[in-house]
């Protein structure tokens, strides 16, 4: 699938999304970028501002300082920059009250009101959509790229996430437009922000989603593929040693639905410890271990067990031997078979 939002569209969409995750030296790089690509002072200005709405103000003025940053590190170095143009001066006797109404009810398709906060229905309507939204220096589907990128940066608000994907198809920007969102993401941010926007899209749409949530390789390496022993794993599983030759242990990534044969450790004890995403550990005879980041299991010599991945997730954990005698070795044996893996949430 071609990407065919405009450099600068992209470009906004990740700043967005680096100011909601906090990444000011990542942000410092696109915004330089984005102004490389089309965009003004004034939109990324404006986009960061109307953020503060949605990710608090300390994001937003931590990444307004950034730009600030930015924009003398550019006139230092002779960098020509487009400052755009400010919003136009409001009509007198502007309502922002009923100008925001109508705009809340455009994004949303229908009126809303929260009866349960008066207040907070007061500040959506009156100054985030009457007051904010009212400033032309960024279109209304401008801003819902705005708030799109930002809330896939942010984890736990796939509610107000699929309500901005439905809203951006109300403010103009197309359905195919729409889609070329998550390859956006995952060019110019990340692997998970991509995740967060593809499912959403995927929901709102009601379309099938299979993808797994992904895990963040920076912080632990996934290695390379484990082609030595993949005739005893089902799916692919990646290797990457942390000085395993001098006694360290081994971080083993496994894709979604990945996981080894039952197998048995003889003579020695296998130590698990999960680093990121959702897996499990099945001991025959015991009920399966759910396994999130924080989980450490010692397997005893001999036991017949497997391990890996959750259906929807990426897994990664380390192990090493330990207790180990003379003689020790592994046996493999069959496969897991689908219809018991499908058994486990």
Not at 255 to 268: D, L, M, T
Not at 303 to 321: C, N
């Amino acid at each position: 699938m071609e990407n065919i939002l405009t450099l600068s569209q992209q470009h906004l969409v990740a700043i967005a999304c680096l100011e909601a995750k906090g990444d000011q030296k990542a942000l410092a790089r696109l915004i330089n970028d984005g102004l490389d690509h089309g965009l003004t002072v004034s939109e990324i200005k404006e986009a960061l501002a109307q953020l503060y709405a949605y990710t608090g103000f300390p994001r937003s003025l931590n990444a307004l300082a950034t730009l600030q940053q930015v924009l003398g590190q550019r006139e230092a170095g002779g960098r020509e920059t487009e400052q755009g143009t400010d919003a136009s001066p409001l009509s007198p006797g502007y309502n922002a009250l009923r100008q925001g109404t109508e705009v809340q009810t455009r994004l949303t398709g229908k009126p809303f009101d929260y009866h349960f906060s008066p207040s907070t229905d007061y500040y959506l309507k009156a100054h985030l959509f009457g007051d904010i939204f009212a400033r032309d220096n960024l279109t209304f589907a401008q801003r819902e790229l705005v708030t799109v990128g930002a809330l896939s940066g942010l984890e736990g608000v796939e509610p107000q996430l699929k309500a901005h994907i439905a809203g951006a198809r109300n403010m103009g920007l197309t359905d195919e437009e729409i889609h070329c969102l998550p390859m956006t993401l995952a060019a110019l941010v990340g692997e998970t922000e991509a995740f967060r926007a593809a499912k959403a899209i995927a929901e709102v749409y009601g379309e099938p989603f299979g993808e797994g949530r992904p895990v963040d390789f920076t912080v632990w390496p996934k290695g390379s593929f484990n082609a030595a022993y993949a005739q005893f794993f089902t799916g692919n599983s990646y290797l990457a040693s942390l000085d395993a030759e001098h006694g360290g242990p081994v971080n083993v990534t496994f894709e979604p639905r990945c996981r080894n044969n039952w197998h048995i450790h003889h003579k020695a004890t296998q130590v698990l410890v999960c680093v990121s995403g959702r897996g499990w550990y099945v001991e025959e005879g015991k009920e399966p271990r759910e396994m999130r980041p924080g989980t450490v299991v010692p397997i005893p010599a001999e036991a017949k067990h497997w391990h890996g991945a959750a259906r929807d997730s990426w897994f990664q954990h380390l192990t090493y031997m330990t207790q180990a005698g003379q003689d020790s070795s592994t046996e493999w044996l069959e496969p897991v078979a689908d219809s018991d893996y499908d058994l486990l949430p």
